[in-house]
């Protein structure tokens, strides 16, 4: 990858976005991860108004001390980033106290979760109304296109999405080329939402390097092929690492196509109209 020109890409594409649809600039979630350190880097050296926005809910200190660091060194570098922290502890709390607890442990926790990336969404969306900016997403290619590993209509409910065509792995390469906090590059990935230590590998069972492997592999079956199926997989020379990674990466692409595609739309026959 050529770190410079790809750098330059994005940059002049959020610029263009930004004239063409006659907003003021960006709005982004901070995180203390790598994906939003990037994005608010990217949208930062546009030269656009950039809000980043912190939005604690529960958050583990380390988190929030990575989003504080990185949020400091981009306005000590770009002169249009401010940022603002909207304490979601209690409106959080508020809702679990509002809503039935129904349901197993596993599904309500999880329904807890995705509620904590849906306050954020609309949190953004909030600043982004007041103030004419888009919301930036901060989704990469393996998370968006291959094992939909995101909260429909939370962080999956953006304007924009500058890096979704880079793999987890050119994420932290372009990074590091951009100077982004050590601390952030050698943080494990997590999503946060579960309020625990847990990273995304520990959710998903495979690290990104083990799925973008998963993702070209089917691609270039696919390709050469025209269809694939895990029955394919067993009946190659894969380790059983490869075939366990392949099978968690299909089973996760075909669970969350709902997230992927387009919303089913029912179309009704002319005649009956």
Known sequence: MNHQEVTDYIVNWLNDYVMQSRTKGFVIGISGGIDSALT???????????????????????????????ITWLKSKFKF??????????????????VPAEGSDESIQLSLANTRARLRMTSLYYIAGLK?????????????????????????????SPIADLKKTEVYALAEFLGIAQSI?????????????????????????????AMDYIHEQTASKGSWS???????????????????????NRANQHKMLPIPICIIPEEFK
């Open 81 to 98: 980033v401010t940022d603002y922290c909207i304490e979601l502890t209690p409106v959080f709390e508020n809702f679990k106290n509002a």
């Open 185 to 213: 590059q050698e943080a494990a990935p997590t999503d946060g939402l579960f309020g625990d230590s847990r990273s995304d590998e520990d959710q998903i069972g495979a690290s990104y390097p083990e799925l973008e492997w």
């Open 40 to 70: 608010s880097t990217l949208c930062a050296m546009t030269g656009q108004p950039v809000v980043c926005l912190e939005m604690p809910i529960h958050q583990a200190e380390s988190q929030v001390s990575r989003a504080r660091e990185h």
């Open 230 to 252: 895990l029955l394919q997989a067993e009946k190659v020379d894969l380790s059983e690492r490869q075939k366990e990674v392949l099978a968690i990466y299909w089973k996760r």
């Open 132 to 160: 004419g900016l888009l919301v930036a997403g901060t989704g990469n290619k393996v998370e968006d296109f291959g094992i939909g590993f995101y909260t429909k209509y939370g962080d999956g409910g953006v304007d924009i």
